[in-house]
């Protein structure tokens, strides 16, 4: 399967299920931001690899990023320098002020950070901005499920942190879930694609689990023997470099015994043929909703 088609099926979901790749929707808003700050105000952009889809649809994200930046901007003098950025699970929370990493750790966050670049600090953080505003962007933020966190940086300047909660899948009232894996076991992860392997891995690091990875027969028995009993699910593609998934699969039994099998392939079920062991198949190419729930099948979670 091409990066192109899983990337397409990735798009699909997230417009189906309310979910949104928080990077894809910082950027495609890009030049609405560069407005928002006008002639008087630079904009900067670093966002994380660290991040994937959260549980926001993808028009009020951008509804919820466009209202932040508007809040920053109205801080900065000619001049001042508004910087947005995305953050993850795994990258160092925004100065010492910032909310406990119990808040943080389960959320994805955007930053807006406004740089006065040498103006002398004329505000404090008590006073630059009004209740009412402060109130209005808590609520925009409430109402997809996120917080609002107010930062006192140097000087006058400040930070807006959007803490926005990760998309697993969906529950009974319709919302997304968010779910961060908690002491359930590694997952190997074998695939010759590269690009293939890169965003299947990403999306089961955005969402808590811990993940290796090998591209052939070689790799993924090196990889085994060193995690050992560590490794509580495989998930490897059916047709590999020389070897096929199952025979594969076979040889991994000794030093991953309890590690149950996710087998995944292009091919459609009818020729994949019988599946041993109570394994579990998922065809390409698959959205990202579709890969998450099987493997929280696999290796349950704790929902948050």
Do not use: W
């Amino acid at each position: 399967m091409s990066s192109v088609a899983l990337a397409g099926r990735l798009h699909s979901a997230q417009s189906e299920d309310c979910c949104s790749d928080l990077n894809q929707v910082v950027a495609r808003v890009e030049q609405s931001i560069a407005r928002v700050a006008g002639h008087y105000v630079g904009v900067q952009f670093s966002l994380s690899p660290n991040v994937a889809l959260v549980a926001v649809a993808p028009a009020e994200l951008e509804r919820a990023v466009l209202g932040l930046c508007a809040g920053a901007c109205s801080m900065l003098s000619p001049g001042g320098r508004l910087v947005v950025e995305t953050r993850g699970m795994s990258d160092a929370p925004v100065g010492a002020a910032s909310a406990p990493a119990a808040v943080t750790e389960a959320r994805a966050r955007v930053v807006i950070r406004t740089e006065q670049l040498g103006h002398p600090a004329q505000r404090d953080l008590t006073h630059a901005y009004s209740e009412v505003a402060i109130a209005d962007l808590e609520d925009l933020l409430r109402r997809v499920g996120g917080e609002l966190e107010l930062v006192q940086l140097a000087d006058s300047d400040l930070a807006f942190v959007a803490h926005l909660p990760y998309a697993l899948a969906s529950n009974s009232s319709g919302r997304m879930a968010i779910a961060v894996a908690q002491g359930v076991g590694a997952i190997l992860l074998v695939e010759d694609e590269p690009q293939v392997q890169a965003v299947t891995a990403r999306i089961l690091r955005a969402f808590g689990y811990s993940v290796v990875t090998a591209h052939n027969e070689r790799t993924a028995l090196a990889q085994a023997e060193q995690h050992g009993s560590a490794i509580g699910l495989v998930v490897s593609d059916l047709v590999l470099p020389g070897v096929s998934g199952k025979d594969l699969v076979r040889r991994l039994r000794k030093p991953c015994e309890h590690a149950q099998i996710l087998y995944i392939s292009g091919y459609s079920p009818d020729h994949v043929g019988a599946l041993a062991d109570g394994a579990r198949f998922l065809r390409k190419p698959f959205t990202a909703q579709e890969l998450l729930a099987i493997v929280r099948e696999l290796l349950p979670v704790i929902a948050g």
